[in-house]
């Protein structure tokens, strides 16, 4: 059993699942942990995705390069959240993303094939993975909801509210791209709300 305090991953899982602390020193063996420095990149954009990533410590965000080479983040991570390309995960393929750390930022790492052997050895943890996937796509019809629904600033004020973890921790410029806004149109939102 690995011997870093894993203690808030250990209670994750058991908000969703019941896992003794034998059972999770197995489960641990199957990860491998990484440290990555502030801006270090995890993923890249046209290599192959062959790992999920659990956030012990930090924050990393998951982003593309688009047609006009403009960074454009799809998504946060946060302590006990995962972040992968989950689609090309599930297909063994390249990814179209890049996953970078945004602070200095401790990582669990999974493969694919020692997801499923973890799988085969703890069939239990298939109901913590389908109830963790479905927690995140319903997180991501909200925000495609929210785009749809609400102006720029009422986006920008909704996402500081509701998740104000992220707005302390992540640089604005990143939050903008986030929300498909400008870091000066946020800048902007700022300036008006302290005034």
Not at 134 to 141: C, D, K, N, T
Request: hydrophobic share 40%.
């Amino acid at each position: 059993m690995k011997k870093i305090p894993y203690n808030s991953f250990f209670d994750h899982l058991n908000q969703y699942v019941p896992v003794s602390k034998k059972e999770f020193g197995d489960i641990l063996s199957y990860f491998d942990e990484r440290f990555l420095d502030k801006k270090e990149i995890v993923m890249h954009a046209g290599g192959p995705c062959t790992h999920i990533h659990l956030v012990l410590n930090g924050c990393m965000h998951m982003y593309f390069i688009n047609e006009k080479g403009v960074e454009r983040t799809v998504q946060f991570a946060l302590e006990n959240w995962w972040l992968s390309d989950f689609l090309a995960f599930q297909n063994k393929s390249n990814t179209d993303f890049n996953i970078q750390a945004v602070e200095n930022t401790r990582i669990l790492s999974i493969s694919y094939e020692k997801q499923e052997q973890l799988l085969h050895e703890f069939p239990i943890l298939e109901r913590y993975f389908r109830t963790i996937y479905q927690i995140a796509y319903g997180a991501s019809l909200n925000k495609v909801k929210h785009m749809f629904g609400l102006s720029k600033e009422e986006i920008y004020l909704h996402f500081t509210e509701h998740f104000p973890e992220f707005a302390q921790r992540v640089p604005q410029y990143l939050i903008a791209s986030f929300l498909g806004l400008t870091p000066e149109y946020v800048s902007e939102i700022r300036a008006k709300k302290r005034s």
